[in-house]
C-alpha cells in the first residue's frame, strides 16, 4: 500500500478559475500532486487523456462541483462535489436544503460517485441539522482554502470541527476532507485570493488509479492535511499508532497530538512526534488531529467503537 497526495476541489476556465484546465493540472504536477480532481461548476472537465501519457498532469479523477440553485425561491450557495462520476449533473432549484442534499447525494451515489458537502460555512449556507438529516454523503469540507470558507466559524456560529463533532455524535458517520477550492494560479498568492495548495487528502490505495483511489477513498483510507504529514499511521477500534514526518529541524517544530470522542470532548493529549494508544476508555467514536506549530493540521478519519 502506498499514500498518494491529491486536491479533490479546484477550478478552471470551464467555470470561474482564471486558468486553463491544462494550466491547473500542470500546476498540481509540478507541486507533487500525485492526482486531481477538476471540480468545476456544474461542468464536468474531461481532458484528454492521451496528452496525460507526457506525464504533464497527476491522474484525474472525473468530477464537478454540483450547484443547489435556489432554495425556496432565493439564490443559495449550497454546493456539493461529485467525485468518480461520468456524467453531468445538472444544478437544481428546491424547497429546503436538505431536500437539495437528498437529490444531489442520491445523483451522485447512483453514478458510482462520491458526494462531499462543500464549504459548509461559506456565507453560512449549510447548517449542521442540514448534514445530520439528509442522505449520508460520503464527506463535507472540514477545511477548504478559499478565503470566505469561514472554516474556523464566528461569535455566533460553529467552526467546521464542531460540526464534525456534532454529527459524529448523533451517531452519524462522515469523513472530513481538506481541499483548495483554488481559482487564482496567475498573478500574487497571498491569503486574500483562492490559490492552490492549501488543502489536500493523503489517500492509502494499491495503486494509482481512478477505481483503487475512489476505492480506497470511499472506505475511509486517508487523512486530511493543510501541512502535516504522516509517516506511519495504524488506527484501528482498538488501537491508535502514528508518527509524525519531520519538516523542519525538529527544535523549531512542535506538534499537538489529540483525541477526540463523543460530544467533541479531548479524550487525550500530547505533544511529540508520535503516538501509541489503546482506545480503552473512547465513548461512541473517535478522531485524531494533529496541529503543528506552524499553524497547519492533519485529520485523521473517525472511527465508530
Ligand atoms: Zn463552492
Ligand atoms: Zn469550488
Redesign the pocket.
Known amino acids: 500500500m502506498n499514500w498518494y497526495k491529491g486536491n479533490i476541489?479546484?477550478?478552471t476556465t470551464n467555470s470561474d478559475g482564471d486558468s486553463s484546465p491544462d494550466h491547473v493540472a500542470s500546476w498540481y504536477k509540478n507541486n507533487q500532486y500525485d492526482f486531481l480532481v477538476l471540480?468545476d461548476?456544474n461542468h464536468l472537465t474531461i481532458l484528454d487523456e492521451a496528452e496525460n501519457k507526457k506525464n504533464k498532469w497527476p491522474l484525474l479523477v472525473p468530477g464537478e462541483?454540483i450547484t443547489i440553485r435556489e432554495i425556496n425561491g432565493s439564490p443559495a450557495a449550497l454546493?456539493i462535489n461529485g467525485i468518480g462520476i461520468k456524467d453531468l449533473i445538472k444544478p437544481g432549484s428546491y424547497e429546503s436544503n436538505i431536500d437539495g442534499i437528498n437529490d444531489v447525494v442520491d445523483k451522485v451515489n447512483s453514478q458510482g460517485g462520491l458526494a462531499s458537502i462543500?464549504?459548509p460555512n461559506y456565507q453560512w449556507w449549510v447548517s449542521v441539522d442540514d448534514i445530520k438529516y439528509s442522505k449520508d454523503a460520503w464527506a463535507f469540507e472540514v477545511f477548504n482554502g478559499?478565503m470566505h470558507s469561514n472554516n474556523e466559524g464566528s461569535l455566533h456560529s460553529m467552526s467546521t470541527e464542531e460540526i464534525w463533532d456534532e454529527i459524529l455524535s448523533s451517531g452519524k458517520m462522515i469523513y472530513g476532507v481538506a481541499s483548495d477550492?483554488a481559482?487564482h494560479f496567475t498573478q500574487e498568492f497571498s491569503s486574500a485570493r483562492s490559490n492552490p495548495g492549501r488543502g489536500w487528502i493523503y489517500v492509502k490505495s494499491n495503486s494509482l488509479s481512478v477505481k483503487e483511489i475512489i476505492k480506497s477513498m470511499k472506505k475511509g483510507d486517508f487523512y486530511s492535511s493543510t501541512g502535516v504529514e504522516l509517516e506511519e499511521l495504524e488506527i484501528s477500534k482498538s488501537n491508535i499508532h502514528l508518527k509524525i514526518k519531520e519538516r523542519l529541524p525538529k527544535e523549531k517544530q512542535k506538534y499537538t497530538i489529540k483525541i477526540i470522542h463523543d460530544t467533541g470532548v479531548v479524550f487525550f493529549e500530547k505533544e511529540g512526534d508520535d503516538l501509541d494508544l489503546s482506545t480503552k476508555g473512547l465513548k461512541k467514536y473517535f478522531r485524531v488531529v494533529v496541529r503543528s506549530s506552524e499553524g497547519t493540521n492533519a485529520w485523521i478519519q473517525p472511527i465508530f467503537l
Request: aromatic share 0%.
Open positions: 476541489h479546484t477550478h471540480s461548476h462541483e454546493h462543500n464549504h478559499h477550492d481559482h
